[in-house]
């Protein structure tokens, strides 16, 4: 399975930015991060990592926003009575954050967990204009991708480094320290979501 991944793993990383941004709760950011690592060992190169989870993050946006947004809108919501609730209390105020911030929610959507796999149906059931939103929507994944990518790539490339100068343990703290930092923004991150 290793040796598909680092020989042929990009059309994977296609299909799980694709499908998360679609709508479907995926790790596509973790499989990001795991193939900007892989392109610092040397298996990708990493401007190809970042162009697949660029054009992946943006064909599935595309895809929700037509497909549940547009097409499905409220009636697809209506067909199962959870789902029908959920939306009642979530959506009028989503829907009042697109007319509020409209393409920044959708570029800075890109950005938080949530609203990954979930901007581009509310962007296409609020009626944003589909230009508008394309230019937003590949804006964010052009940056996301390319931020987390080299994140990753530079980051993996460190670990890598540090255990060839210094050792296994060293290696570990230079991860454990990466990770810290990823913690951090995330809360970060979660702060700035709790203000929306």
Not at 5 to 29: K, R, Y
Not at 108 to 117: D, E, K, Q, T
Not at 129 to 142: D, E, H, V
Not at 144 to 156: H, K, N, P, R
């Amino acid at each position: 399975m290793t040796n598909f991944i680092t020989d042929h793993g990009l059309p994977l990383l296609f299909v799980v930015v694709m499908l998360e941004s679609f709508g479907i709760p995926l790790p596509g950011e973790t499989a990001l991060i795991a193939f900007g690592v892989l392109a610092a060992e040397g298996h990708y190169p990493i401007v190809e990592v970042i162009a697949v989870a660029a054009a992946a993050a943006i064909v599935g946006d595309n895809l929700g926003y037509w497909l549940i947004g547009r097409l499905g809108g409220r009636a697809l919501f209506r067909r199962w009575h959870w789902l029908n609730q959920y939306s009642d209390r979530v959506l009028p105020r989503a829907e009042a954050l697109m007319q509020r911030h409209g393409g920044a929610a959708v570029f800075f959507g890109r950005f938080v967990a949530i609203l990954r796999y979930t901007i581009a149906w509310v962007a296409g059931l609020s009626r944003m204009r589909w230009w508008r939103f394309l230019f937003w929507n590949a804006a964010g994944g052009i940056v996301w991708a390319t931020a987390v990518g080299l994140i990753s790539y530079y980051g993996g490339k460190a670990v890598a480094e540090t255990i060839a100068r210094f050792g296994l343990y060293a290696g570990v703290a230079a991860a454990v320290g990466i990770v810290a930092a990823w913690v951090g923004l995330r809360l970060a991150r979660k702060r700035v979501e709790s203000r929306l």
